[in-house]
């Protein structure tokens, strides 16, 4: 019988971790590249509807200025370099197409407000809208739900397409520190500290609200109780862990369509 195989050090092993960048330069076209990545994955999970849908990231060296996806261009056929550079008052200060001024509203109060909100998150997905339609929150249903469990918020109004900072400024008061808010009627918005963590909080929430829909279809769902849902969420609601859980995503786009890094 041969010997078993001595244990691999643990210092060997590679484990991934978001990197540090030593320019503005290098970091901003990480962060775009990570953008047109995670709008072409949205298209893949169904989540553009026509026109609407937006992710933004701030700029590494102009703190008021974001990149974003131009105005009506698919977001399966985006890449780093279609990206528009938007200032906080929604002009285009680089790029040569419009932006979508209503969406582009709520995520600049968003950002404003939240220095640490790297990025941000918002289409309208199918599950994101059905809950929206009801006016509630997530349950803590599942292990994945507790991550949003007290860390996601509910804006309890409706007053059509929101082209009003007032209006944007109360969706981002209504935000405050959380990773998450459900606009009644409208659908998921979501927030992180990189283009990755933003993006996965924006999937995973989505798919709760499936879980959510489908489980009130089917029976009386049976809620965790609140001490392991606190506990849950504090194993698994940083944005660290939502950089890590959204790598597998960003490692199938990436290399399935390496010409989004241009």
């Not at 244990?7 to 991934?16: E, G, K, S, T």
């Not at 509910?154 to 008061?173: C, H, M, Q, S």
């Amino acid at each position: 019988m041969t010997e078993i195989p001595a244990p691999v050090p643990v210092d060997r092993l590679h484990f991934a971790m978001p990197p540090v960048h030593a320019t503005a330069a290098e970091e901003r076209a990480h962060r775009k590249q990570r953008l047109a990545g995670a709008l072409r994955l949205f298209g893949r999970l169904g989540y553009e509807e026509g026109v609407s849908g937006h992710i933004t990231v701030r700029d590494p060296e102009h703190d008021d200025c974001y990149w974003v996806n131009p105005f009506g261009a698919p977001f399966g056929d985006l890449t780093a370099s279609d990206l528009v550079l938007v200032n906080g008052e929604g002009q285009v200060v680089l790029g040569g197409q419009h932006v979508n001024q209503a969406a582009f509203t709520v995520h600049a109060q968003v950002h404003r407000a939240r220095p640490d909100a790297v990025a941000v998150a918002h289409t309208h997905s199918t599950h994101g809208r059905a809950l929206a339609a009801l006016g509630e929150l997530l349950d803590p249903l599942t292990q994945e739900a507790c991550a949003f469990y007290q860390d996601h918020a509910l804006y309890d109004a409706y007053t059509g397409v929101t082209v009003d900072p007032e209006e944007a400024r109360r969706i981002a008061l209504a935000l405050g520190p959380f990773k998450g808010i459900v606009l009644r009627n409208h659908g998921l918005l979501t927030v992180g500290s990189s283009v990755d963590a933003a993006a996965w909080w924006f999937i995973a929430m989505d798919r709760c609200a499936r879980v959510q829909l489908a489980a009130r279809a089917a029976g009386k769902p049976v809620l965790i109780d609140h001490r392991d849902a606190v506990a849950t969420r504090e194993q698994l609601g940083s944005d660290l862990v939502a950089w890590i859980n959204y790598q597998p995503l960003w490692r199938r786009i990436s290399r399935a369509e390496p010409e989004l890094l241009s």
